[in-house]
């Protein structure tokens, strides 16, 4: 936390073995499973030195943590899902490698190198950027929004019925991260010619402000003056991404979800020699798409063991529930209900929609 205040909220984390993490954890003075859920929303943090009775405060938090370890080191880093850092963590899962990997790099390539290169070349914009321009602010279209909304209610709806609160608190941070990712993306989609390998690679960032107002993407906040924009004072800019990538991210949200599961099974009631044994059978539709067919469910069924009657049944129910939306003959999809956002002292309303695949 000290270090963490020391760089003026901002840090990075990699450990290439997640227990390293934790021990800090059960430490008597590591505080860090309430640091790190404190930084996924960029929340103050405040503490009192006991020796000298000296107080410091952090306004804000930027920390990133990178880590990795076997399905063995998740249980002491996370020792439930009520934890509250389950829910905050994005998971992959790792397969095991079924055969020998050539192990010896022919092109002889200093990696090491490259990637000091390619951070100084990035820090440079980055800098030149900072002293400039206060603030980027990511904007998604309307119709961006209404997709993004749309897809994470079914999401969410899948989550609620076959995990209950464990999973929905899961969809809803996955929501943060994605968004997250979207705004990384946009930006270094715009900034591509300024990135190593690109036509500016490289280039003195003298007026990084007229090179910003050439990038795609980025547009001067509305309330800027034309007279500022026109002289190359523009401290604020809006950022937009492109469509091909909007839908690129949001396809991580499925295998995000899914990974999410997996390791929620490896918890408490989990092992993580068999975490298939805990399986109940609605948890069969995480192997389906948001929207499915009968017959697809019941050649999951078959694979996990829950029988053809046992599925229609559940269909059955899932619909009468509302949780399941029958949209077609034998086909199904998971219903997107959501409470759209109205003016204050208007009173929120729920929804349910369907709207196509794109």
């Given amino acids: 936390q000290e270090n963490l205040m020391d760089s003026g909220g901002v840090g990075l984390i990699c450990e290439t073995e997640a227990d390293t993490v934790s021990t800090a954890i059960g430490g008597d003075h590591g505080h860090w499973s309430d640091l790190l859920r404190k930084c996924f929303d960029h929340d103050r943090l405040a503490y009192n030195r006991r020796t000298n009775h000296e107080y410091r405060e952090c306004n804000v938090t930027f920390l990133c943590v990178l880590l990795s370890g076997t399905p063995a080191q998740i249980k002491p880093l996370i020792p439930s899902a009520e934890n509250g850092l389950f829910s ?36 440079e914009v980055l800098d030149a950027i900072t002293a400039s321009v206060s603030n980027i602010n990511m904007k998604l279209t309307h119709e961006q929004k209404e997709i993004f909304n749309f897809h994470f209610a079914r999401v969410f709806g899948r989550a609620s019925a076959i995990h209950g609160n464990q999973m929905k608190s899961a969809v809803t941070r996955i929501a943060i991260n994605i968004f997250r990712i979207i705004s990384i993306i946009a930006l ?32 001067p906040s509305a309330h800027i003056p034309q007279e500022n924009i026109a002289d190359g004072i523009v401290p604020q800019f809006n ?12 396809a991580l949200v499925e295998p995000l979800y899914r990974h999410a599961c997996h390791i929620l099974s490896l918890l408490p009631a989990g092992t993580p020699t068999a975490p298939s044994a805990n399986m109940t059978p609605e948890t069969l539709f995480d192997c389906l798409p948001l929207r499915f067919t009968r017959n697809e469910a019941i050649d999951k069924g078959e694979q996990v063991g829950v029988p053809a009657g046992s599925v229609d049944s559940l269909l059955k129910r899932m619909t009468e529930r509302g949780q399941l939306v029958k949209v077609g003959r034998g086909e199904y999809e998971f219903n997107a209900r959501m409470h759209t956002r109205t003016c204050v002292g208007v009173r929120e309303s729920a929804s349910s929609a369907s709207l196509q695949d794109s």
């Fill in 88 to 123: 905050r963590q994005l998971f992959y899962y790792m397969p095991a490698i079924e055969e020998w990997e050539d192990q010896f790099n022919e092109a002889d390539t200093d990696y090491d190198s490259r990637f000091l290169e390619w951070g100084a070349q990035w820090k």
């Fill in 188 to 219: 270094l989609r715009s900034l591509e010619s300024l990135l190593p390998g690109g036509e500016r690679s490289g280039e003195p960032q003298e007026n990084i402000v007229r090179t910003l107002l050439d990038c795609p993407g980025l547009t």
């Fill in 239 to 250: 950022l937009s991404i492109r469509t091909d990538d909007f839908y690129a991210v949001l």
